[in-house]
T-cell receptor
Framework: SAVISQKPSRDICQRGTSLTIQCQVD?????MFWYRQQPGQSLTLIAT?????????ESGFVIDKFPISRPNLTFSTLTVSNMSPEDSSIYLC?????????FGQGTRLTVV | QKEVEQNSGPLSVPEGAIASLNCTYS??????FFWYRQYSGKSPELIMF????GDKEDGRFTAQLNKASQYVSLLIRDSQPSDSATYLC????????????FGRGTSLIVHP
């Protein structure tokens, strides 16, 4: 299995500011995934973070808004930039170990 | 058509009853199917996976897969109030991708 430590667990931010979310995995993994989960909605994949290369973004998500870093095989960050109230959501990092997905504890973001 | 569809519920069942959760998927070549449980305010955790047509039982949980109908279900026998959660269906696409696609989840309420 994989254990993921994600922080912060929650934050309240002013619109126009940025927040960086960190995830640390206890094992080396090639890919890390960043999801957004809005109330009552499914997990929406934002991007796949690959070590040593640019992140791969899903349709509707762009690097300028959600820059991602992946400096090594156990760590990744997601920044939510120039935030607006529409960015209020839960953000989750995830890895796939075997074929099972493991998740960080999530970051509950509220933009005011 | 969404790739993985679930009825959002809530599905309300009395304690001791069988809860039946359903999921359909659009990619006929999908190979792996998963059920995750997500308690309110928590991250999803894997409870069942199934790869082959038919039934797979694990304790009070039974996963059922019908690839011809593109349908996967989760049965929970002797439902307990502690089973109250959102259940997410996830499908790994064909072609060996290990990036799961999640449904929006079905909220299950087991009342005493």
């Amino acid at each position: 299995s994989a254990v993921i430590s994600q922080k912060p667990s929650r934050d309240i931010c002013q619109r126009g500011t940025s927040l960086t979310i960190q995830c640390q995995v206890d094992s080396q993994v090639t890919m890390m995934f960043w999801y957004r989960q809005q109330p009552g909605q499914s997990l929406t994949l934002i991007a796949t973070a690959n070590q040593g290369s640019e992140a791969t973004y899903e349709s509707g998500f762009v690097i300028d808004k959600f820059p991602i870093s992946r400096p090594n095989l156990t760590f990744s960050t997601l920044t939510v930039s120039n935030m607006s109230p529409e960015d209020s959501s839960i953000y989750l990092c995830s890895v796939v170990w075997g074929s099972e997905a493991f998740f960080g504890q999530g970051t509950r973001l509220t933009v005011v | 058509q969404k790739e993985v569809e679930q009825n959002s519920g809530p599905l309300s069942v009395p304690e001791g009853a069988i809860a039946s959760l359903n999921c359909t998927y659009s990619d006929r070549g999908s190979q792996s199917f998963f059920w995750y449980r997500q308690y309110s305010g928590k991250s999803p955790e894997l409870i069942m996976f199934i790869y082959s047509n038919g039934d797979k039982e694990d304790g009070r949980f039974t996963a059922q897969l019908n690839k011809a109908s593109q349908y996967v279900s989760l049965l929970i026998r002797d439902s307990q109030p502690s089973d109250s959660a959102t259940y997410l269906c996830a499908v790994n696409k064909a072609g060996g991708s290990y990036i799961p696609t999640f449904g929006r989840g079905t909220s299950l309420i087991v009342h005493p």
